[in-house]
């Protein structure tokens, strides 16, 4: 079993500043890709940012200059930097890995969801 936990998300004015994060555990061989993804009510689930085992990253053009993502590969973390909030950005933010498993199957894993809400 694999489980990501989130944490970070909350309540920020306009202009401000949230640092999302999020720990995978369990049965992991190695990570793949990491991301985040947001909902906002009535809408699709979307790309914020995504990261490579290597480094690369993309990001959604929504967010491009204001957010950052990375990880840290000793402790299967990813986070979000996310700076100039405005209300759009309001959402519940989702983590997601692609991991490889000890039978060498490569699964996507979601975790729960925060809530980011940006008021104006």
């Known amino acids: 079993q694999v489980q990501l936990v989130e944490s970070g998300g909350g309540l920020v004015q306009a202009g401000g500043s949230l640092r999302l994060s999020c720990a995978a555990s369990?049965?992991?061989?190695?990570?793949?890709?990491m991301g985040w993804y947001r909902q906002a009510p009535g809408k699709q689930r979307d790309l914020v940012a995504a990261?490579?085992?290597?480094?690369?990253?993309n990001y959604a053009d929504s967010v491009k200059g204001r957010f950052t993502i990375s990880r840290d590969h000793a402790n299967n973390t990813v986070s979000l930097q996310m700076n100039s909030l405005k209300p759009e950005d309001t959402a519940v933010y989702y983590c997601?890995?692609?991991?490889?498993?000890?039978?060498?199957?490569?699964?996507?894993?979601w975790g729960q969801g925060t809530q980011v809400t940006v008021s104006s």
């Open positions: 369990g049965s992991i061989f190695s990570i793949n890709a």
């Open positions: 990261i490579t085992r290597g480094g690369s990253t």
């Open positions: 997601n890995a692609n991991i490889n498993d000890w039978r060498f199957r490569a699964l996507d894993y």
